[in-house]
């Protein structure tokens, strides 16, 4: 091992990280298991303590990606030239506990994005389930994006949002592009910010 490559590892390892409590709904599926083996990486890897709002993540190959009860990952993104997109929905899902625990600014914000946005698609592939989900996800996919900056160069995250625009909530990743100073502006003045983060929650 050549001396760089020690110092990285002491580095990754010498990092404050988060315990979190991980679960397989199919333990001896590989695919569950290399996403975790690679979601475990990029938490090494990256300070992800900001932008973590729950510590219990359940990985099921089956289910579709859900914040509620417990967080939930599914497979699809497993390999490691697919690390950007677990990142991603990674952090989707928790910035999801994150408004629904401050739910005041966060319908606050909802308020503000129904005078901005009059008409909103529901339904996949544009929107979400309903029409005040659709709008809650300009705030999430915005806050993901933002998130996702803090650890990707500007190309990596322009990759990710190419690739979700074409994929799922595709209208509203095209919003969160071309109207992404106003939706801060609505986001911060609504009052949701991170704030002095002092707790991750671990409800069931």
Not at 35 to 43: E, P
Not at 63 to 85: C, E, F, V, Y
Not at 153 to 181: A, C, G, M, N, P
């Amino acid at each position: 091992m050549n001396f760089s490559l020690k110092i990285l590892l002491v580095f990754i390892f010498a990092m404050p990280v988060l315990a979190m409590d991980f679960s397989l709904q199919h333990p001896e599926d590989i695919k569950e298991q290399y996403t975790l083996d690679l979601l475990k990486a990029l938490r090494a890897v990256h300070d992800l303590d900001k932008w973590e709002f729950t510590d219990k993540v359940h990985i099921d190959k089956t289910s579709i990606p859900h914040s509620h009860p417990i967080l939930t990952l599914h497979a699809r993104h497993g390999r490691k030239n697919q690390k950007d997109m677990l990142l991603s929905t990674y952090l989707h899902e928790q910035i999801h506990w994150l408004t629904d625990e401050n739910i005041e600014s966060t319908n606050l914000a909802i308020g503000k994005l129904k005078i901005a946005f009059s008409k909103v698609p529901v339904g996949f592939p544009e929107g979400a389930r309903n029409e005040d989900s659709t709008y809650l996800h300009l705030i999430v996919c915005y806050l993901e994006l933002k998130a996702l900056g803090d650890y990707l160069s500007e190309s990596r995250v322009k990759t990710v949002l190419e690739f979700w625009k074409k994929d799922h909530y595709t209208w509203i990743y095209h919003q969160v592009e071309l109207h992404q100073d106003l939706i801060a502006k609505i986001i911060t003045e609504s009052g949701l910010t991170l704030g002095d983060k002092t707790h991750v929650s671990s409800k069931n």
